[in-house]
């Protein structure tokens, strides 16, 4: 309410009238002081020859403020454009001035009009400084009461380079909250002990416990852009018991028409501390690979065949062929292209399991290539339901392959997971048995069959971020399954790069793996989660451990055991040199289980283990059936399928 009465009475009464009224006195009063001033701060000059000038100074300096409309600016919002406009209307008003008295001086017309020339230069010289001051000392004026009156943040900006003075800037125009910023923060040692704007600049090691108390802190902007997140992390670890948000500007590509505003100003994100820069991948020879193809993309709805799909509309395609089963959340893609301005796409709902549907698609639309993103990957749900898994992670992933080999589709580019390798987890098995299917298919098509392999996918469906997100916003404990589990990270938009990279650079046949750097402790992770939300583990937001769910690993691997690498010409992408297989043989198996599967869980899982020799499950029921088929396999005398001494170098 006070704020309502502040601004009210703020607006109402400092009209511009009321601005030119002042500048006008304030006209006056300089002028009296000119002639104070040229007289030796004394009054030995002729008072009725003043009286005289005064009015002709008035309509003089009324005529220049209207001119250049000095007075119609916000006092309290002044800035160096207004200052600029004072000083022509000041000049303005000298010019009019020097130019009467010489008139004058040839016509008489005047004879009490005769100001000397010093005191024109000394009522300029005072005019403006007044002028000017006068809208500075409001503003000062106006912004302290403000404060006074209004709840006030307290702020520290990390950065005093040009992204800071933004930010800076950016704050202090914000006009639903008032912001204080008390220092900058810079570990430039030549800005030490400088100011901006009447702001210091401090060291990083400056910034301490006492800091915060003294100063009420309530916030740190990061506007830095190039502060890496080892050192976010431990500023959270360090004023996480003072209860203040740590906050981050976004880099300027994403900053509204090229201006930066208070509300895209974010608590920093889980994808900001994976502890690595973000992958970024600059091949111009993408350009050239997307142009001018019909494309298909598989789980287009999906977190990960979404994003290929925007990245992909981004190219001079000529059709982009959208496929999901989840009809809300494909009408939620097509809406979010056409806002975009994207048009060249068609949107199915269709299931890729029917072959029929899938045939009558690539008949249609002709496409020459194709991502495949479509499949179930929740662990224990398909721990649960090998049938389901199977029907979509192999038989539909075999069904779309068949198709586009039998259409010469130039490219296929799967994606897999790394649960694929050593798996755990009847989920891991069926992308692993859907590697080996198009692998082998690779030896009989034309087209060129590529498999890109990746970690988690922070924000994903389903994945551990956003429901760590959802109890932190319900107040509910974080459930982790493992003290100890680690996972491998990565954002949507590193893996639709690198599945686009893949359809690039593949040439068929080869296991695409990415460098995703160290693995992520989880429980650190949301510990780190509940930090960046200004909340204290445990006291405000704990952590249950739960166990291990059915067929979940504590560790995932990006390479099987007998696998090496080689390398790309991007540092972060390799290729897998898998193992050698019986590509007859494994095709046959595949397809003969596709036919036969059935509702008999034990039966399928059994063929699944003899299949893929390298399939241990973990916390699991079917961990009965590992120790059955290595029985098996010894008193038959038969080697793994996979053998380890020869590798495919594709």
């Known amino acids: 309410m006070i704020k309502n009465y502040f601004s009210y009475y703020s607006q109402k009464y400092a009209s511009k009238w009321l601005v030119l009224a002042i500048d006008l006195a304030l006209v006056i009063l300089t002028f009296l002081l000119a002639y104070i001033v040229r007289f030796s701060f004394t009054l030995n000059f002729d008072v009725n020859q003043l009286a005289v000038q005064l009015p002709l100074v008035l309509v003089i300096a009324a005529f220049s403020f209207l001119v ?8 309290r ?13 000041v000049a303005l008003m000298t010019i009019l001035s020097i130019a009467i008295v010489l008139v004058n001086k040839f016509t008489n017309f005047l004879p009490s009009y005769t100001i000397p020339s010093s005191i024109i230069a000394i009522h300029a010289l005072l005019c403006f400084v007044a002028l000017s001051g006068a809208r500075l000392v409001f503003k000062i004026s106006y912004n302290y009461l403000k404060c006074k009156l209004n709840t006030t943040k307290n702020i520290l900006i990390y950065g005093a380079g040009e992204s800071g003075m933004i930010t800076y800037n950016a704050l202090l125009n914000n006009t639903s909250v008032q912001y204080n910023v008390v220092s900058f923060i810079d570990d430039d040692v030549k800005k030490k002990g400088k100011f901006i704007n009447r702001v210091p600049i401090v060291k990083n ?32 670890d360090g004023f996480i018991d003072l209860d203040i948000a740590i906050k981050k500007v976004p880099p300027i590509e994403k900053w509204i028409n090229g201006e930066l505003n ?33 494309i298909v993309v598989t789980g287009a709805a999906g977190s990960i065949g979404s994003e290929i799909t925007k990245q992909l509309a981004n190219y001079d395609v000529k059709q982009l062929i959208l496929i999901d089963q989840a009809e809300s959340a494909l009408y939620d893609v097509e809406q979010e292209l056409k806002r975009n301005g994207k048009y060249n796409f068609v949107a199915i709902v269709a299931d890729i399991r029917d072959g029929l549907r899938v045939d009558s698609i690539f008949q249609k639309y002709k496409p020459t290539m194709v991502f495949h993103a479509a499949a179930y990957k929740h662990v224990p749900l398909m721990e649960a339901s090998p049938y389901e898994a199977i029907k979509i992670n192999v038989n539909g992933t075999k069904i779309l392959a068949d198709t586009a080999s039998n259409y010469n589709v130039k490219k296929f580019v799967f994606v897999s997971t790394d649960k694929a390798v050593n798996p755990t987890s ?31 996918v922070l924000g994903s469906n389903g994945s551990v971020i956003p429901l760590f997100k959802k109890q932190i916003e319900n107040g509910k404990s974080l459930t982790l399954t493992h003290k100890e589990i680690t996972r491998y990270f990565m954002t949507i938009p590193e893996a639709s790069q690198l599945v686009l990279e893949a359809g690039t650079m593949g040439k068929g046949g080869e296991i695409f793996i990415f460098d995703m750097g160290e693995s992520v402790k989880i429980f650190d ?16 937001i704990d952590i249950e451990i739960t166990g291990l769910r059915p067929g979940e690993k504590l560790y995932e691997e990006l390479l099987a055991n ?19 297989l019986e590509y007859s043989k494994v095709k046959t198996q595949i397809e003969e289980l596709c036919i036969t599967n059935r509702f008999q869980n034990n039966s399928i899982v059994l063929k699944m283990k003899h299949l893929i020799p390298e399939y241990k499950s973990n916390n699991s ?25 020869t590798y495919n170098k594709n």
């Open 562 to 580: 007998g696998e090496n690498t080689l390398s790309t010409y991007h540092k972060k992408i390799m290729i897998s040199k898998t193992r050698m």
């Open 426 to 456: 009847v989920m891991g098995a069926t992308k692993r048995m859907a590697e080996m299917y198009i692998s082998c298919l690779q030896k009989e098509s034309k087209t060129k069959f590529i498999t890109t392999r990746f970690g988690n």
């Open 77 to 89: 919002h002044t800035g160096f454009t207004d200052v600029v406009n004072v000083f022509k209307s």
């Open 525 to 540: 992770l949301a510990k780190n989660m509940i930090k960046l939300s200004g909340l204290r583990y445990p006291e405000d």
């Open 621 to 645: 029921d079917y961990e009965k059936f590992d120790k059955r088929v290595q029985i098996y396999k010894k008193a038959k005398g038969l080697n793994a399928i996979s053998s380890t001494k």
């Open 262 to 294: 208070t509300s895209q100003i974010k608590q920093f994100q889980v994808e900001d501390l994976l502890g690595r820069a973000p992958i970024q991948i600059d091949n111009p020879n993408l350009l050239n690979e997307f142009n001018g193809e019909t």
């Open 205 to 236: 090691s400056k910034i301490d416990e006492d800091f915060i108390k003294t100063n009420y802190i309530d916030e740190i902007i990061i506007a830095c852009q190039t502060m890496n997140s080892n050192k976010i992390i431990k500023m959270v």
């Open 68 to 75: 250049f409309g000095s007075f119609k600016s916000v006092i």
